[in-house]
């Protein structure tokens, strides 16, 4: 499976505090983007960012992407019990229509 | 509203009981997918289509099959469903290619006994 994979699996902080999470793929990509999944709900697109960007920015959201190390993170600054959720990241992997999905980082928020 | 409609959103059914998932978008996106999700594996995807009359598999399209005859809708089959499809399914949709981000319909909890 070409899979992404994202760490860590679940993380808790406190309001206010940063979020950082991390994903690494196995081929070279297209593009990336970050999805947000309530639970059992529908995923709900954050930002894409193309393999000739290194970072990109959308509100209190900040990806990076590194593709000769095949990863990405996902930085979410001053955290709200809203944003309590399921993060995803996916690839387009090059010469290819497929979407791969990561399998998660699970974030709780406590107000 | 733009939006992606799955129905049902709940199914329960026995094995081998022939079955219709249903997915329609108004947003006129060429590319359409179907994925499933399961505890611990993330989202799959089963198939997809980037126009009308061209699918194509994704990782796992065993077990199941789509038709695009229509650029809104792109129905998923299970023609003998067993109990490891037991899951929750997702349509999507989007422009041509993965440029662009992916609209995600409500979920279809499926339960095969």
């Known amino acids: 499976s070409q899979q992404g994979e994202e760490d860590p699996q679940a993380l808790s902080i406190q309001e206010g505090e940063n979020a950082t999470m991390n994903c690494s793929y196995k081929?070279?990509?297209?593009?990336l983007q970050w999805y947000r999944q309530n639970s059992g709900r529908g995923l709900v697109h954050l930002i894409l960012?193309?393999?000739?960007?290194r970072e990109k920015h959308s509100g209190r959201l900040r990806v990076t992407l590194d593709t000769s190390k095949k990863s990405s993170s996902l930085l979410i600054t001053a955290s709200r019990a809203a944003d309590t959720a399921s993060y995803f990241c996916?690839?387009?992997?090059?010469?290819?229509?497929?979407?791969?999905f990561g399998t998660g980082t699970r974030l709780q928020v406590f107000p | 509203e733009a939006q992606v409609t799955q129905n049902p959103r709940y199914l329960i059914t026995v094995t081998g009981k022939k079955l219709t998932v249903t997915c329609s978008q108004n947003?006129?996106?060429?590319?359409m997918s179907w994925y499933r999700q399961d505890p611990g594996l993330g989202l799959r995807q089963i198939y997809y289509?980037?126009?009308?009359?061209?699918?194509d598999k994704g990782d796992v399209p065993e077990g199941y099959k789509v038709s695009r005859k229509e650029k809104r809708n792109f129905p998923l089959i299970l023609e003998s469903p067993s109990p490891n499809q037991t899951s929750l399914y997702f349509c999507?949709?989007?422009?041509?290619?993965?440029?662009?981000?992916?609209?995600f319909g409500p979920g279809t909890r499926l339960t095969v006994t």
């Open positions: 996916a690839t387009g992997p090059r010469n290819t229509d497929k979407l791969i």
């Open positions: 960012i193309r393999s000739n960007e």
């Open positions: 081929t070279s990509i297209n593009n």
């Open positions: 999507a949709s989007g422009r041509t290619g993965l440029s662009y981000e992916q609209y």
């Open positions: 289509s980037m126009n009308v009359e061209v699918t």
């Open positions: 947003m006129n996106h060429e590319y």
